[in-house]
């Protein structure tokens, strides 16, 4: 499974928690320049 997120403490750490490993981050076409941590787990 593969997600992708904001850069949030709460969010890394909910994901973190239910098995999810990071793995990249990527960033957005908005004009804000934000970033999306990558994250993937196996099931």
Excluded: A
Aim: with cysteine; glycine share 4%.
């Amino acid at each position: 499974m593969f997600l992708e997120c904001e850069n949030n403490e709460q969010l890394k750490k909910f994901y973190e928690t239910n098995g999810f490993s990071y793995f990249d981050t990527r960033k957005t076409n908005n004009t804000e320049g934000n970033e999306l941590l990558q994250y993937y787990r196996f099931i």
